[in-house]
């Protein structure tokens, strides 16, 4: 009932920038939370970044001060802004929201299908 499509992820050289970009579709009465999670190889997937219907958000100790999280509520879309980008960025971002379906009681959470993100050094 719900999609999650990314989009922005490629291969950036150490130090550049990256714009994620992530869009919800379906039948969606609204979206809660977003977030944006990443799952490098060898490792566990991690939030990187979080941000609430109020606009409230939190980060990952080891972006803060580089990523910015922000959504537009009009487009049932939410961003990331990666600067300063370092190789240990590396990963495949997902999209995560937790959404409330039109007609339904409850909030469901949905994942996209991922964006690859390589930063060489």
């Known amino acids: 009932q719900v999609q999650l499509v990314e989009s922005g992820g490629g291969l950036v050289q150490a130090g550049g920038s990256l714009r994620l970009s992530c869009v919800a579709s379906?039948?969606?009465?609204?979206?809660?939370?977003m977030a944006w999670y990443r799952q490098a190889p060898g490792k566990q997937r991690e939030l990187v970044a979080g941000?609430?219907?109020?606009?409230?958000?939190n980060y990952a100790d080891s972006v803060k001060g580089r990523f910015t999280i922000s959504r537009d509520n009009a487009k049932n879309t939410v961003y990331l802004q990666m600067n300063s980008l370092k190789p240990e960025d590396t990963a495949v971002y997902y999209c995560n929201a937790n959404v409330v379906l039109a007609g339904v009681v409850g909030v469901e959470i949905y994942w996209g299908q991922g964006t690859q993100v390589t930063v060489s050094s």
């Open positions: 379906g039948s969606i009465f609204r979206i809660n939370a």
């Open positions: 941000i609430t219907s109020s606009i409230r958000t």
